[in-house]
T-cell receptor, first 114, second 115 residues
Framework: AQSVTQLGSHVSVSEGALVLLRCNYS??????LFWYVQYPNQGLQLLLK??????LVKGINGFEAEFKKSETSFHLTKPSAHMSDAAEYFC????????????FGGGTRVLVKP | EAQVTQNPRYLITVTGKKLTVTCSQN?????MSWYRQDPGLGLRQIYY???????DKGDVPEGYKVSRKEKRNFPLILESPSPNQTSLYFC??????????????FGPGTRLTVL
């Protein structure tokens, strides 16, 4: 069975500072990896995804994530936080053998301080 | 506009009163799925459907039913709701039933409270 662990349920950053959200996965075979963002009272929106092409993936709104197989990690970063980045972020994994099911981490809520 | 819609967005009901949450997508997607979101647990899959008349259980199917009679619709049915089904529910769809790398598109969510 695959699982996803997000370290830190809440992260507080200052506007303009680096945003780093950690995600580790467990899977017996290389998975597909996703980061989704959820703004207040909205559904989930895809930020980026890794599908076995380049290990450094660039997404929307200046976010990027690096797939590190040796560390089973897929951490999400943004060099400079903006107030509009305040949201909850979810890391998720899926495997071909499991159909299209997304297995999510517990989520990390980001607070951006002015 | 390509979208997944859910209705109702908010629902308060009482234990045992049957309810249906509708989900519809206008993108001609084969794959549809229901998730529930609970604090600290992320989203967990309830049921999914690879195509019309093809549904299967996810990780937390107890107390729920689904049907897929048309490609665009995937209703979630709670025959006898209980307070532990109080949650935020999301419907999602994606273009291919067996492509695990496909992006899933989520609806806006339905907040259900069972008293």
């Amino acid at each position: 069975a695959q699982s996803v662990t997000q370290l830190g349920s809440h992260v507080s950053v200052s506007e303009g500072a680096l945003v780093l959200l950690r995600c580790n996965y467990s899977s017996s075979v290389p998975p597909y990896l996703f980061w989704y963002v959820q703004y207040p009272n909205q559904g989930l929106q895809l930020l980026l995804k890794y599908t076995s092409a380049a290990t450094l993936v660039k997404g929307i709104n200046g976010f990027e994530a690096e797939f590190k197989k040796s560390e089973t990690s897929f951490h999400l970063t943004k060099p400079s936080a903006h107030m509009s980045d305040a949201a909850e972020y979810f890391c998720a994994v899926s495997r071909k053998a499991a159909g299209n099911k997304l297995t999510f981490g517990g989520g990390t809520r980001v607070l951006v301080k002015p | 506009e390509a979208q997944v819609t859910q209705n109702p967005r908010y629902l308060i009901t009482v234990t045992g009163k049957k309810l249906t949450v509708t989900c519809s997508q206008n993108m001609n997607h084969e794959y549809m799925s229901w998730y529930r979101q609970d604090p600290g647990l992320g989203l967990r899959q309830i049921y999914y459907s690879m195509n019309v008349e093809a549904t299967d259980k996810g990780d937390v199917p107890e107390g729920y039913k689904v049907s897929r009679k048309e490609k665009r619709n995937f209703p979630l049915i709670l025959e006898s709701p209980s307070p532990n089904q109080t949650s935020l529910y999301f419907c999602a769809s994606s273009p291919a039933g067996r492509g695990a790398g496909d992006t899933q598109y989520f609806g806006p969510g339905t907040r259900l409270t069972v008293l």
